[in-house]
């Protein structure tokens, strides 16, 4: 093959994600690491070296004429699961727009790990028409919804698709043990303080 690349051999292609993104802080210090991951998710050219560090072998196959798709923006937002700055905040956010359904998943997961405050954002893609999205947001939404949020939660409980559905009654009795709500049958909730109840079952 013409295109055939043979990366540095100290390059970690076939090591676990985690283990790149660690090598390549290793190598290139953590703040060039956040900024190349925002380049790429981004959609822009961080060098062929750190796509190999972000996409593993997969990247090696793109770099050999393979089509990017959207690829290398996934990996991006992928890799700050492992390193992180707040300035790559306001792109995770923008992410949750992409096009890409992977992407718009991946971002949802960085919001859940990085506690990026973006609930209503998170509502939007509680009705993404694909399931993984759905589920991602609604997990994302649970670790920092207020009971208003419960609402919404509570409908994906009939969303079609069984992952999605098993998301929201995770994502229903996270929220409930936050705000100290008590989830009776029909998935409605009761507040054990104060005197006001609220009842979402219907």
């Excluded at 690491?33 to 593993?56: C, P, Q, S, W």
């Excluded at 718009?104 to 405050?117: D, I, N, S």
């Excluded at 209503?120 to 993404?128: A, F, G, I, N």
Aim: glycine share 6%.
């Amino acid at each position: 093959m013409p295109n055939k690349l043979e990366p540095h051999p100290d390059l970690p292609i076939d090591l676990p994600t985690a283990e790149r993104i660690h090598a390549a802080v290793v190598h290139y210090g953590e703040q060039v690491v956040i900024d190349n991951a925002v380049a790429l998710l981004r959609a822009k050219n961080a060098g062929k070296d750190f796509l190999l560090y972000a996409g593993g072998r997969h990247a090696l196959g793109i770099l050999e004429g393979a089509p990017a798709l959207y690829w290398p923006e996934l990996w991006g937002a992928r890799a700050l699961l492992y390193v992180w700055g707040e300035t790559a905040a306001p792109y995770i956010v923008v992410g949750m727009n992409n096009q890409a359904w992977r992407v718009r998943e991946m971002c949802a997961k960085v919001v859940l790990l990085r506690g990026l405050e973006v609930a209503p954002k998170l509502v939007r893609l509680t009705t993404d028409e694909v399931p993984r999205v759905r589920a991602a947001a609604l997990h994302a939404l649970a670790a920092q919804g207020t009971a208003d949020h419960l609402a919404t939660i509570v409908q994906r409980l009939r969303d079609p698709d069984k992952e999605v559905r098993r998301a929201a009654q995770q994502a229903r009795d996270v929220l409930a043990k936050r705000w100290n709500l008590v989830v009776e049958q029909g998935q409605g909730i009761e507040q054990t303080h104060g005197t006001r109840h609220t009842h979402l079952s219907e």
